[in-house]
């Protein structure tokens, strides 16, 4: 039981904690205290647990403890558990220490409180919050940098001809360079001495024929692509007009009737037969 709740209390206060790390002053136990001292009501699925964290004065070095008392029901569970947590600020960080009552007869007002055995004391857990950095792109052209190669990704999937007759067109030009710089040579008689610059502007002008094939293979690609999503979007309306069930259902957590038509449980099950006999 013990182990269950600290984890408990390390995952419910992990959570609470979150937004309490962004705040501005430079007092953070006082601000993290703050924001705790409250009642918090469980959310998610199986989770009726209450916690209830009022402040308690249990040492003059430690002003902002806090008493915490959760109960309810965790998945079928009866939780009546209490404790106190100890803030204490180091630095930048903050120093976050649980430790738990086993006496369930003790409250914030008793005045056994402050006062912990040697296997509470060995039970409590504790961690360091600190500050996370930002995780906003300082600016445009970070993002860009960042994300340069999803938007060229991207781009190229829309525009392929675009995209890749560009390409194509650099490329013909530097072997067209490549063959001017021949041609010049050839004029004044000294071609010979300049075959490599035939073979390399050969060589792009290659290069440059397949990037253009490749723009207008992708380009028949994307407008295919366009054709079936409109053809599964009109296909879609006149099943929802006839109330046709989609192909591809299969339930989720909720139960809403409709059987599933993909996944494990879609389609028949396999009879049992008994093995034959040798």
């Not at 206060?13 to 979150?18: D, E, G, I, S």
């Not at 001292?37 to 998610?44: D, K, V």
């Not at 060589?203 to 253009?212: C, D, E, Q």
């Not at 293979?217 to 296909?235: A, C, K, N, P, S």
């Amino acid at each position: 039981m013990t182990r269950a709740f600290r984890a408990l209390g390390m995952a419910a206060f992990v959570a609470a904690l979150a937004p309490a790390m962004t705040a501005a002053s430079a007092d953070r136990v006082y601000d993290i205290a703050a924001i705790l001292s409250n009642t918090f009501e469980g959310s998610t699925p199986g989770n009726h647990l209450t916690l209830d964290l009022r402040p308690v004065v249990m040492d003059p070095n430690h002003p902002h403890d806090l008493f915490l008392t959760v109960t309810g029901q965790f998945q079928n569970d009866n939780i009546k558990q209490q404790g106190v947590i100890r803030l204490e600020q180091q630095g930048n960080d903050v120093y976050f220490t649980y430790i738990p009552h086993f006496d369930a007869t003790v409250t914030s007002l008793s005045p056994d409180a402050g006062r912990f055995s040697e296997r509470e004391v060995s039970a409590a857990c504790s961690f360091t919050l600190a500050p996370r950095e930002s995780r906003l792109f300082p600016s445009v052209s970070s993002y860009v940098r960042r994300n340069a190669l999803s938007i060229l990704r991207i781009y190229a999937q829309y525009e392929p001809l675009k995209v890749f007759f560009s390409l194509a067109a650099v490329v013909a030009l530097v072997g067209a360079v490549a063959w001017g710089r021949f041609l010049i040579a050839f004029i004044a008689g000294d071609g010979a001495g300049h075959v490599q610059s035939l073979i390399f502007g050969a060589v792009l002008f290659n290069a440059a024929v397949v990037l253009a094939a490749l723009g207008v293979i992708g380009d028949l690609l994307y407008g295919q692509r366009i054709m079936v999503q409109r053809i599964f979007e009109r296909v879609r309306r006149i099943e929802l007009a006839l109330d046709v069930p989609p192909s591809h259902y299969e339930p989720g957590a909720r139960e809403t009737g409709q059987s599933a038509t993909t996944g494990a449980q879609a389609g028949p099950h396999t009879e049992e037969r008994e093995a034959v006999q040798a």
